[in-house]
């Protein structure tokens, strides 16, 4: 039986199989196709110096948007930093030009910076880290803000001094509600929203150290404390990347349905591919992140060492659709989302290894098509040529022609 005979009605299935007669109905009932832009995360395009030039590599793939990263130069980061808009000299002018170019390119636009802005390695640079937050809020209102659905995007981070003392966690909810308080106030003030992701950062320590939790928003009764613990959280919302709930084994449909949906104003789209039975799974268990010991001691004993502060949880990033399948039921996910009522845009960020981490801008490339045309057919109506995205929707970015001032987090506590 083919798959047209198989759906051609409930009634029938019902007689023959109920079983599937219930497959059918959730099927049939499922929700129709959305209008979401897909947009792509410009940290696999570090080697391009500006906005101008991703832009390029947005209309090269199909996509109708862009996550612009605008890290620090100076950052200490090692890993997917990019700088696609010059923080420290953007004018009314310069934010002009974007929005024109925006307008007439059928793109959109949002701006963030991915650091530890509660626990950074010194004083000074978790101020750095904030200041720098504090620059691109202004730029995302000088792009028109929530009018123009111009985001912030950013880590929240940890404090591991305090994470290792009894209760460290509260207190780090605490602090963070000190350090983000004054500039969500800053970020409603201008008309600003400012999303946080979930990613846990496990290799943000050395491979030698014992935990592996590095980011407060990094699972989601954080985030519900984090909402609890402030005094206006009218300008916090969140970005969202089920892939760092799969490789802990939570499925992320789940999660979606637990959450404040109304605080979900990106979805990142990145999968994982699990490793649950290699060696090192099967000798560290994947309940705490992998350890590391005397390379001439694990040799003997017989016991696998992570590589890299990167490689501790058996896992590996993938690109749904491209190269093969992940641990992440993508169909189910997308649906939920679909079901909810899910309309902002979805966000690729592409750490494939089989995709970005090739250092090969084809492959680069390749993987951004395959995972537009992956998540086309839940996301996108279906026309005479295909899935695609209906332009006809999107309103013109209007310019709102401000100007304010730069402020430090010294000025705002």
Known sequence: MNRREFFKGAAALAAVAPLASKEALAHAAKPKAGNNPIWLMTSAFASDPDFE???????SVGAQGLELCVFRRDTDR??????????DNFTPERAKRVIEICNAEGLRISVGAYDNLIGAKTEELQRINQNHILKLIRIAAMLGGDANDVVCGTFVGYDH??????????KNLFKFKKVFQPMLNYAKSLGVTVCVENCPMEGWLPVTAPDAYNNLSGCLAARKLMYAVLDDDSALQETYDPSHDVWQHIDPSEVIAAMDFRKLRRVHIKGTRNFTNDAEAVHWGRLYPQQSV?????KKAGVPLPANEWDRMSYEPRLPGFGGSDSCDWTKFLETLMAKGFKNPFVIENEGWNSSHTGNMGATL????????NTAPVVWPLGPNGYAFDKSVLKPMTIPNVNPKVVTIKDLT
């Open 161 to 170: 001094v305090l994470g290792r003392t009894d209760g460290g966690f509260e």
């Open 53 to 59: 030039s991703v832009v390029e590599r947005a209309k």
């Open 294 to 298: 005397n390379a001439a001691l694990a």
């Open 366 to 373: 390749q993987g951004f098509r395959a995972t537009i045309l």
């Open 78 to 87: 090692q890993d997917h930093i990019a700088t696609h808009l010059d923080y």
